[in-house]
């Protein structure tokens, strides 16, 4: 069983810990007790999400921490979590937004600054996926995932607007639903990827307009460059977002047989796999081009945290050690 929990501020020049945040966090879970959540860093405060609920808000010049909350406690969510609570913190037109997943307060909106409650909306157990804001038919919506369904809430009110129940059910709902100008791209390992749009109410067409059926993973998020999707499931395929997700190609590779995450710019890819390694994709090519491969770690077997790019350093965790790499060529 673990016991302590830790969030740490390292220094970008030589990796040297500046402060940490440790709590006591008591428990067992699928691949361990540590925050599956990526920090938000908002206003000079990063917000720390840990896998019990446990969320704190710390100035980040100092570590000190201003508000903390265990919002599964405060608002009583009691539902069993095999993977703990996942979704990373959203800021919204000021608010806060995170999902406790309980019978009164699904999702709700804080306060950044002092953890007091703007609203906070009814609703079902939450899933594993982050969520979503953006316009869609001209209505700012938080869009993401509870258990069985995906939903869309209003930013100001919390109020849900909609709710879309998958054909097949027993869905996961890890990876986060992706946008696509005005329209919504939704990829699990039950019902493949979809292509959705939405009418002028803000309210999503529940038929979608295209589908995929071969891209289905259960944790991988694919991402969206120029009109083109490419996810990573056995293999990376580059759909045509422009065409009813037809396949343009499909790459194989060893690495793509487990989970991967991508970072995408204008024409590259930059893939990482749970071995610590980066590979680079042309992402305009009409077929499958590897540009270049690296191994970061060795002994690694499951880097399943997301790379962070600042500028042209990389950052990548693995279970032993944190890499900065720099990608800009000499």
């Avoid at 939450?126 to 069985?148: E, H, N, T």
């Avoid at 307009?209 to 490419?230: M, N, Q």
């Avoid at 600042?310 to 890499?323: C, D, I, K, P, S």
Wanted: with cysteine; proline share 5%; glycine share 10%.
């Amino acid at each position: 069983m673990d016991t302590v929990d830790v969030f740490k501020c390292l220094s970008a020049k030589n990796g040297a810990e500046v402060w940490a945040v440790r709590f006591p966090c008591m428990g067992e879970l699928d691949f361990g007790a540590s925050s599956r959540a990526t920090p938000l860093i908002h206003d000079g405060v990063v917000f720390f999400f840990g896998a019990f609920g446990h969320l704190h808000a710390v100035e980040i010049a100092t570590g000190e921490i201003l508000w903390q909350m265990d919002i599964r406690d405060e608002f009583g969510a009691d539902d069993q979590r095999k993977w703990g609570m996942c979704s990373s913190p959203l800021i919204v037109n000021g608010k806060l937004i995170v999902n406790p997943g309980a019978k009164a307060a699904s999702l709700v909106a804080l306060e950044p600054k002092t953890g007091k409650v703007v609203w906070k909306s009814p609703g079902s157990p939450a899933s594993y996926g982050s969520f979503l804001a953006g316009a869609f038919g001209g209505r700012l919506q938080i869009i993401g995932y509870d258990l069985k369904t995906l939903g869309g809430w209003d930013a100001a009110t919390g109020k849900r607007l909609w709710t879309l129940t998958p054909p097949r059910d027993n869905d996961f709902n890890v990876p986060t639903p992706v946008p696509f100008g005005d329209k919504l791209i939704l990829t699990t390992e039950n019902n493949g990827t979809r292509l959705f749009r939405f009418d002028e109410n803000g309210v999503i067409d529940p038929k979608p307009i295209a589908t995929h059926a071969d891209l289905a993973p259960d944790s991988h998020t694919p991402v969206v460059v120029g009109k083109r999707l490419f996810g990573i499931w056995n293999r990376l395929y580059c759909l045509d977002l422009n065409d009813q997700l037809k396949t343009v190609w499909e790459g194989e590779n060893d690495a793509f047989s487990s989970y991967c995450s991508i970072v995408a710019a204008g024409d590259r890819l930059l893939v990482t796999t749970l071995e610590g390694e980066l590979l680079l994709i042309d992402a305009q090519a009409d077929k499958y081009h590897l540009l270049g491969r690296v191994k970061l770690f060795e002994g690694e077997r499951g880097v399943y945290s997301h790379p962070a790019l600042v500028g042209t350093r990389l950052y990548l965790r693995g279970n032993f050690a944190l890499v900065a790499v720099e990608l800009k060529p000499e």
